[in-house]
């Protein structure tokens, strides 16, 4: 059974940054695609950012591209999200997920919910104005 825990949410004023990481485990597989999605109350769950693990390629929503930047460290199973110049509109849980990587599909197909098999169970991050 695949384990996916995040780490790294807190409060940061307006301005500031954060570094959320996620951790696998129990995984058998080695492509695999990671991916950060956030949620606020009352709003869907909303893509972020997301990882193929064999060459890197990335992709992000609109409202992150310039200020948030995801990376993976192979050796330790992780993978990060950088937040930098947050807003309080980026207040929300934020969730990663893990999906095998499927043959021939790009990277764009995991910016939606579907494409992922395993979730965490999320961290909060509150930005003060």
């Known amino acids: 059974q695949v384990q996916v825990v995040e780490s790294g949410g807190g409060l940061v004023q307006a301005g500031g940054s954060l570094r959320l990481s996620c951790a696998t485990s129990?995984?058998?597989?080695?492509?695999?695609?990671m991916g950060w999605f956030r949620q606020d109350p009352g709003k869907e769950r909303e893509f972020v950012a997301a990882?193929?693990?064999?060459?890197?390629?990335?992709d992000y929503a609109d409202s992150v591209k310039g200020r948030f930047t995801i990376s993976r460290d192979n050796a330790k199973n992780t993978v990060y999200l950088q937040m930098n110049s947050l807003k309080p509109e980026d207040t929300a849980v934020y969730y990663c997920?893990?999906?095998?990587?499927?043959?021939?599909?790009?990277?764009?197909?995991?910016?939606?919910?579907?494409?992922?098999?395993?979730w965490g169970q999320g961290t909060q991050v509150t930005v003060s104005s």
């Open positions: 990882i193929t693990w064999t060459d890197g390629s990335t």
């Open positions: 997920a893990a999906a095998r990587q499927k043959p021939y599909y790009s990277i764009h197909y995991y910016n939606t919910e579907g494409g992922y098999d395993y």
């Open positions: 129990g995984r058998t597989f080695s492509s695999i695609v």
